[in-house]
């Protein structure tokens, strides 16, 4: 992508759920060159699974109650200052996440939850969330205090482990604005997974005051991985880029090259 820009661009709004991932899979019909995505990290998802092994540039903008990508990137929140660095950025294969539930797989950029966070998407207030943006995620999680986690089973390095969140990650960022798995990169052909221990809900607030203090990995009932699969063996809400993917056993593995992206030039390749 160079500074002369882009030419005659089409602007395609989407309506409903769901609709980026056609937008994109028609931009690939017609033959385009790039497909930029004003959005958040769901919009940003929904866009990347229309344009899976396609070879066409997915370029990001920031936008949304969260970009988790945008910052992983380095474009900021600040949209005329995000155009501006991207159009220095160059087109590269990355991996990403896929998430197989039966016969049906579903692919992220940036990160898939099991357990907890996954449980705290679905009591987000959609009213509250327009209003207030990432509080809401707060706020839905402190109406989780009272009650003891279910467990999740994941299947790990051939061993099995029980925890009441599970973070499958290809970046740093969590939210926008925390980091969990400092070691996750999209230069990589890997995920850091971590796994949280326990059922008691106090013990997350603990951990997330670890997560505050970029301290989480070091806390006692915390478990870091790096791996290509992991499997979810019980029954389980899952969330993927912050989307709620319902609840399910499932498998997350990573496909290699699936993707083009946008990316700094001064990126490594992957390792």
Known sequence: MSRRGVAAPRILPTDAAGHATGLARE????????????????????????LIHSGIPLG??????????????????????????????VPRPISAGRLIIGLEKRYFLCMAGAGLD????????????????KLAYWAA????????LEQVEV????????????????????????EIASGASLDRDDFEI????????????WYMLGVGLRQVQKMPGVRTFRATCAEILSCAHIQIDGEYAGRHRGKIEIATGALTLLMPPSRKSPQ
Request: charged share 20%; with cysteine.
């Open 27 to 50: 931009a690939v019909a017609l033959g385009a060159d790039l497909v930029l995505v004003l959005g958040g990290d769901g919009t940003i998802n929904e866009a990347a699974n229309g």
């Open 60 to 89: 990001i903008l920031p936008a949304g109650t969260a970009n988790v990508l945008a910052v992983e990137l380095g474009l900021g929140s600040r949209l005329p200052l995000a155009l501006e660095r991207l159009m220095d950025y």
């Open 118 to 133: 996954a449980k705290i998407v679905t009591k987000v207030d959609p009213v509250l969330k327009d209003r207030t943006g």
């Open 141 to 148: 999680g402190l109406s989780q205090l009272p009650e003891p």
């Open 155 to 178: 299947k790990l390095q051939g061993k099995t482990f029980k925890c009441g969140f599970v973070l499958v990650s290809r970046v740093r960022n969590y939210g926008g604005d925390l």
């Open 194 to 205: 971590v796994l949280f221990e326990g059922t008691n809900p106090l013990r997350y607030a």
